[in-house]
């Protein structure tokens, strides 16, 4: 399971290229979107993640609480498993039944998007499609395939669920090769105001444990 989160964020992980737009309605909505989350600063999400492998017979979830300052590429995820830190720069990986910090440097290469941006993935890359709107729990929800415009991923679909009326994402569904699934469900978010300090690793923190630098 503490394996599960790392999946997530490498499957988020796309060639950073110009976006080829093929569907008018689609576009339309994610503009949309972009727009709302452009203008937060930092952004609190809870949120459920869930892997799963109908074929291998797999299926995990977990939980946590994601907060984000996508102008500046800062990020921190908090599960039940580990916690991941960043303040655009480095990332601190806090395995918790390992009692270990692994100290990296962010990629902020061309080929690849910081965790501060899932709200956006959609911007480069992409190909996108409308789908039929589909109703949940009496709200109507927008529904755009996505598929990416370079070659070697691991994934061939992102399928993206939004609020049609607060203009949010409400789930994110990536298709594996592998015939694997992979769902991210966004329970709540909105803008928070706290201190820029939450990205930061601070040692007091995390007493007795080992750090381990890997840059």
């Given at each position: 399971?503490?394996?599960?989160?790392?999946?997530?964020?490498?499957?988020?992980?796309?060639?950073?290229?110009?976006?080829?737009?093929?569907?008018?309605?689609?576009?339309?909505?994610?503009?949309?979107?972009?727009?709302?989350?452009?203008?937060?600063?930092?952004?609190?999400a809870n949120f459920s993640y869930t892997i799963e492998n109908p074929q291998s017979k797999i299926k995990q979830t977990e939980s946590g609480t994601l907060y984000t300052k996508?102008?500046?590429?800062?990020?921190?995820?908090?599960?039940?498993?580990?916690?991941?830190?960043?303040?655009?720069?480095?990332?601190?990986?806090?395995?918790?039944?390992?009692?270990?910090?692994?100290?990296?440097?962010?990629?902020?290469?061309?080929?690849?998007?910081?965790?501060?941006?899932?709200?956006?993935?959609?911007?480069?890359?992409?190909?996108?499609?409308?789908?039929?709107?589909?109703?949940?729990?009496?709200?109507?929800?927008?529904?755009?395939?996505?598929?990416?415009?370079?070659?070697?991923?691991?994934?061939?679909?992102?399928?993206?669920?939004?609020?049609?009326?607060?203009?949010?994402?409400?789930?994110?569904?990536?298709?594996?090769?592998?015939?694997s699934r992979y769902s991210y469900l966004i329970k709540s978010l909105l803008p928070v105001k706290i201190s820029e300090s939450i990205f930061s690793f601070n040692p007091q923190?995390?007493?007795?444990?080992?750090?381990?630098?890997?840059?």
């Amino acid at each position: 399971m503490k394996k599960l989160l790392f999946t997530i964020l490498i499957l988020f992980s796309i060639s950073a290229i110009s976006s080829a737009q093929t569907d008018p309605k689609a576009k339309a909505i994610l503009a949309a979107v972009s727009k709302k989350y452009s203008a937060y600063n930092i952004i609190k999400a809870n949120f459920s993640y869930t892997i799963e492998n109908p074929q291998s017979k797999i299926k995990q979830t977990e939980s946590g609480t994601l907060y984000t300052k996508s102008k500046s590429n800062k990020f921190k995820i908090i599960t039940s498993t580990q916690d991941m830190i960043s303040d655009g720069k480095s990332q601190w990986t806090y395995l918790k039944q390992d009692k270990e910090v692994n100290l990296s440097n962010v990629d902020n290469s061309s080929n690849s998007i910081n965790p501060a941006k899932i709200f956006t993935i959609y911007e480069k890359g992409y190909k996108y499609v409308s789908m039929p709107d589909i109703k949940e729990n009496a709200r109507v929800y927008n529904v755009i395939d996505l598929t990416p415009t370079a070659s070697g991923n691991n994934f061939f679909k992102i399928r993206l669920t939004i609020d049609k009326l607060n203009k949010q994402i409400y789930k994110a569904m990536i298709f594996d090769k592998n015939g694997s699934r992979y769902s991210y469900l966004i329970k709540s978010l909105l803008p928070v105001k706290i201190s820029e300090s939450i990205f930061s690793f601070n040692p007091q923190s995390y007493p007795g444990v080992e750090v381990v630098d890997l840059r």
